[in-house]
């Protein structure tokens, strides 16, 4: 497994906009897919956005319009702009990378909208 390291998150007033990112440690070979996922406190972890093996992009209902998932496939990194952020973002952002060899997670980024 490869560490992902994440980085970007921090507080920020509702409707203001961070953008996270994510790198992995290592090479990842044959990636399927990569994408964000969050954990508010007290709820299961939900996917945040996503590319699909098609190269499309998947997001959750809730952040439609308002996020947007980008990557560099040189650097195998993938972002997460984040904007007109609401008090209900606030959770634990993670990386999920899927490679040939299984899927790569990172420790997790805060993010906390609050005024």
């Known amino acids: 497994q490869v560490q992902l390291v994440e980085s970007g998150g921090g507080l920020v007033q509702p409707g203001g906009s961070l953008t996270l990112s994510c790198v992995p440690s290592?090479?990842?070979?044959?990636?399927?897919?990569m994408g964000w996922y969050r954990r508010a406190p007290g709820e299961e972890r939900e996917l945040v956005a996503a590319?699909?093996?098609?190269?499309?992009?998947n997001y959750a209902d809730s952040v439609k319009g308002r996020f947007t998932i980008s990557r560099d496939n040189a650097k195998n990194t993938v972002y997460l702009q984040m904007n007109s952020l609401k008090p209900e973002d606030t959770a634990v952002y993670y990386c999920?990378?899927?490679?040939?060899?299984?899927?790569?997670w990172g420790q997790g980024t805060q993010v906390t909208v609050s005024a």
């Open positions: 590319f699909t093996r098609g190269g499309g992009t």
């Open positions: 999920n990378i899927v490679g040939v060899y299984g899927a790569n």
């Open positions: 290592g090479s990842i070979f044959g990636i399927h897919t």
